[in-house]
Nanobody
Framework: QVRLVESGGGLVQVGDSLQLSCVVSGRASSEYAMGWFRQVSGKEREFVGAISQSGSGSIDAGTLKGRFITSRDNQKNTVYLQMTNLKPEDTAVYYC?????????????????WGQGTQVTVSS
């Protein structure tokens, strides 16, 4: 059974940077393409970014205009989300997700495993 645990969330100020981590356990992270999503209460889960099993390919939500970058270190079984120039509208619970698909997925139902989420709050 694959387990995903996010960390790194917290309260930050507008313009700050923050890095989230997602540790994969139970199986080698290199078996899974990984994604990041975020969700505001009452709204649908929103795609943030995804990265292939090897890390050679990635996609991100165009609406974020390159402010968020997904990376991974398979030696550490960890996936990262580097967030820069944070804005109040980035406030959400951030989730990492894993899929064995070889095609990068940008929809939530494309992922089989999910973490519990970590809260990011951007204060103005």
């Amino acid at each position: 059974q694959v387990r995903l645990v996010e960390s790194g969330g917290g309260l930050v100020q507008v313009g700050d940077s923050l890095q989230l981590s997602c540790v994969v356990s139970g199986r080698a992270s290199s078996e899974y393409a990984m994604g990041w999503f975020r969700q505001v209460s009452g709204k649908e889960r929103e795609f943030v970014g995804a990265i292939s099993q090897s890390g050679s390919g990635s996609i991100d939500a165009g609406t974020l205009k390159g402010r968020f970058i997904t990376s991974r270190d398979n030696q550490k079984n960890t996936v990262y989300l580097q967030m820069t120039n944070l804005k109040p509208e980035d406030t959400a619970v951030y989730y990492c997700a894993a899929t064995q698909s070889s095609v990068l997925q940008y929809i939530a139902r494309g992922y089989e495993y999910w973490g519990q989420g970590t809260q990011v709050t951007v204060s103005s």
